[in-house]
């Protein structure tokens, strides 16, 4: 209880700053887990994927991606003040708590989407070699 009286006492801005961090620490080492994740994928169903293959580009655009996409999430990071600023909720700690879990699930989402996609494409029964 005095935790979450600590934290209403905390201004917007402070909040948001504090929990920055752990959001940035949580989309970095998310990001090779995903990789982790296609390269498991290509080495366990690579027959049914023979189109994906694994080459130099689509690990240097991977990581361009993800070194382009880290300052938008953080540009995001900054409609979480502003949310809270316009609303001006009742229960500021649940609204930011709710706020900040629903931005870090978004971004993490768009970092396994890749594997998701994949994944999807091999468990409704699609082989794309006809197309290659």
Not at 9 to 30: G, I, K, M, Q
Not at 83 to 111: C, D, M
């Amino acid at each position: 209880m005095e935790q979450i009286a600590n934290e209403m006492e905390v201004s917007t801005d402070a909040w948001w700053e504090t929990h920055r961090r752990n959001f940035n620490e949580t989309l970095v080492s998310c990001a090779p887990v995903s990789f982790a994740g296609l390269l498991l994928l290509w080495f366990l169903f690579g027959f049914r994927l023979p189109c994906r293959d694994l080459t130099f580009f689509v690990i240097f655009f991977g990581a361009l991606f993800f070194i382009i996409a880290l300052p938008l999430a953080n540009m995001a990071y900054r409609i979480g003040p502003m949310r809270e600023r316009s609303s001006q909720p009742e229960n500021v700690v649940a609204f930011r708590h709710r706020l900040y879990k629903t931005g870090l699930w978004f971004w993490l989402f768009i970092i396994f989407l890749p594997v998701l996609a994949n994944l999807a494409w091999l468990l409704t029964g699609h082989s794309i070699t006809e197309l290659c």
